[in-house]
């Protein structure tokens, strides 16, 4: 190999071969170790030591066997890898492969969709239900363009609903829109669809109970719709545990769902927590189960502030924007449940009419105008006030005629006395003790001192004003409420942005009872002025 190499650098080709590339070289070097030469090399006066005499055909004894010759061969081995890397890098630099290398095809770029007849694509699109037509009609233009076609959307509307007798007129056959021409027999169908779906629980919803001002059947509504509700909580590095609802409490006038399976996150690992309603298909079998449409309710920050409103020996309770309970684990900061409590005023809607990422927007009803009365929108207001918990209705009370004067009108806020501590008729004892029971799959306990208040405050129409249903605790007061009872007393708070509720209580311990003796709501100027179109 030294006799070749030598014999290399004498060549007149050296220069030839660094022109031409390393790959070149390494590729004439290895044709050169694997040819066999016919005639015996020259002796150049050096004596080959320990190397043994050369055999015929230029080859001596001690080659290719021992140590050595096991060297030699890994050599070889490696120079043949490095030649082949070589040549590629070579063939990368030198342009065009030569004759004789192979290298893969560019893809095929041709859409075969549109080498087909559009009366062929249209004759395969008919056999896809509404659906699956309406998604592939967001794949493409062609098929957009495909799957909006009038006679394929006549076909399924009258597969769906009949033949009708009367025909489109030629301007309404098909209707411009954002993304070109649709077809008028698609939007006449989605829109017979959704009023078809609606019809079924909006006739019972007007059926209006005149005590609470809410329909009557809002639970019979839920429930024949089989709505449940989902809760998505999303972690602080992206991963979403999405939970189905472990139990759900109907009440007159608000609804408590409780989650409690399942869950295995820290809450301080949560970044945000939505609330989805959802409507199961129970006709569906596990086959030809669809999605279940999600309509967002609420979203919040769950590393927001929130307020501890209770603890028993097991779990501490948690309250978070918008009226969400979150029970922890004591010393573990582990969720255990999560609670929401929802108000029956547009719970169908807002389970029902909403998408995945934004919330039922509710219709603005305004009352008729009335320029004859002076004081409009600050009397005539009734009052349904109930506090309960999962199990148990605490207090429930109607009241009516609820007014507040011009002058009344202190720090922008529309005050209505329900019930006044000087009237001692007013005043109402709560039945049994202010407690919220919690279950954690096989395990329950109670928290003292907190319930749910559920609220609908009524306009003098009659048409719902503030609606509400959240947690709220009790804290000792500061000063003393009342001289007309020998108790400790109370109070129970809740403020947002559409108005406060402050209530005051009286611990008596011989009866082992609260007493309410003041209840009074407080309503922003801003938002009777809106409402009543004043500017008080």
Known sequence: MIRLLRSANRQPWRSAVMAAGRGEFFRSFLEGLQRQPSQRVPETGQPNRGRGRPRPGGSFSGQGRGFSGQRRKERQRKVAARSSGGETEASSRTGPPKEGSHRKPPPCKLNLLESLPSEILVKILSYLDPSSLFCLSHVSRLLHQLSNDDVLWQRIYALEFGSRNWKLKTSEKCVEGEDGLTSRWKRLYFKSMAGQEMNKWRKPLKDINPYTGLPRQTEWALRSLNVSWELT???????????????????????????????????????????????????????????????????????????????????????????????????????????????????????????????YSEPVELPPVDDVDPELGLHGYSLHFVLHNTGTEIMSGRFQQLFCHKAQIQRGMVELQVIQRSNLSQHRSLSGSIRLPWRHEDMTGVVENCCIMSLTLLDEFQKPFWCVSTPIHITMAKTAMSCDYSGHDFQMLYRNADGEVKMLLVWLEEQKQFFLIGLKVCIPVTKVNKRFNREY
Do not use: Y
């Open 233 to 359: 909580l999303c972690e602080h590095l992206g991963q979403e545990h999405t939970l189905e609802q472990s139990q759900a409490h109907f009440f007159e006038s608000s609804v408590i769902v409780h989650w409690s399976d399942g869950i295995h996150i820290k809450f301080n690992h949560i970044s945000t927590i939505q609330l989805h309603g959802v409507r199961k298909d129970p006709q569906s079998s596990v086959r030809t189960r669809k999605p279940n449409w999600r309509s967002l309710i609420l979203k919040l920050d769950a590393g927001s502030q929130f307020l501890v409103i209770g603890k028993d020996k097991l779990i501490k309770v948690l309250l978070l924007q918008q009226g969400v309970i979150v029970g922890v684990w004591r010393g573990k900061n582990q969720v255990a449940f999560i609670m929401i409590s929802l108000h029956f005023h547009k719970l169908v809607e807002k389970s029902l009419l909403g998408s995945p990422a934004c919330p």
